[in-house]
């Protein structure tokens, strides 16, 4: 159980880009998804929580109009990269949490490359 | 603020050693703390620990967690090469959002 599905697993695209990633839970209902941004041999760093229905909460520093989030059902996430460019490349990872009991689950990432 | 301090950063092993890794952590409000296993994907979920002196066990894997003096262990016994990888541990410090707070992890290279 507790499975967590991420789409795309990878990206290769041009600078300008406008890039969505997908975030399901696929045997749950996720009550918070959250995203996150892991660089090269560092730990991951928290993005934004996600709340079904409601505008998600970003970290400090963390630019909204630059990565929008839609949080639309109890199982679908999605982040996009609006005009990407090259530093925005990384390694980006959701989770999702279905009560404050359990887990975190995460999904299997999404490598993002901008030329 | 929040802080969870993994050690060792890096450890090299043999096949069938027995490691223990470590996490400290500093927190305003204890809810939880995770342990997760990270390969070249994300993290995979071991370990949830709420409270002190239970030992959580699955396999080879075994966490403890203390929370008076604020640390808990991550021990594997009989490595074996499939455990290598980056364990990383979290900390949930409550609140309305349930966001982890992550260490920067432990690299753990097991050698046949």
């Known amino acids: 159980g507790a499975v967590v599905s991420q789409h795309p697993s990878w990206v290769i695209c041009k600078s300008g880009t406008s890039v969505k990633i997908e975030c399901r839970s696929l045997d749950f209902q996720a009550t918070t998804m959250f995203w996150y941004r892991q660089f090269p041999k560092q730990s991951l760093m928290l993005m934004a929580t996600?709340?079904?229905?409601?505008?998600?909460?970003?970290e400090q520093g963390v630019e909204k109009d630059k990565f929008l989030i839609n949080h639309a059902s109890l199982t679908l996430s999605t982040l996009t990269v609006t005009s990407a460019h090259p530093e925005d490349s990384s390694f980006y990872i959701c989770?999702?949490?279905?009560?404050?009991?359990?887990?975190?689950?995460f999904g299997d990432g999404t490598r993002l490359s901008i030329l | 603020e929040d802080k969870v301090v993994q050690s060792p950063l890096s450890l090299v092993v043999h096949e069938g050693d027995t490691v223990t890794l470590n996490c400290s952590y500093e927190?305003?409000?204890?809810?939880?703390l995770l342990w997760y296993k990270q390969e070249k994907k994300a993290p995979t979920f071991l370990f949830m620990l709420?409270?002190?002196?239970i030992e959580k066990k699955s396999g080879r894997l075994s966490s403890i967690l203390d929370k008076k003096e604020l640390f808990s262990i991550l021990n594997i016994t009989a490595t074996q090469t499939g455990d290598s990888a980056v364990y990383l541990c979290a900390l949930n410090s409550g609140g309305s959002n349930y966001k982890l707070t992550f260490g920067k992890g432990t690299l753990l290279t097991v050698n046949p």
């Open positions: 927190v305003t409000n204890f809810r939880s």
């Open positions: 709420t409270s002190s002196g």
């Open positions: 996600s709340n079904e229905g409601s505008k998600a909460t970003y």
């Open positions: 989770s999702a949490i279905e009560d404050s009991n359990q887990p975190q689950h």
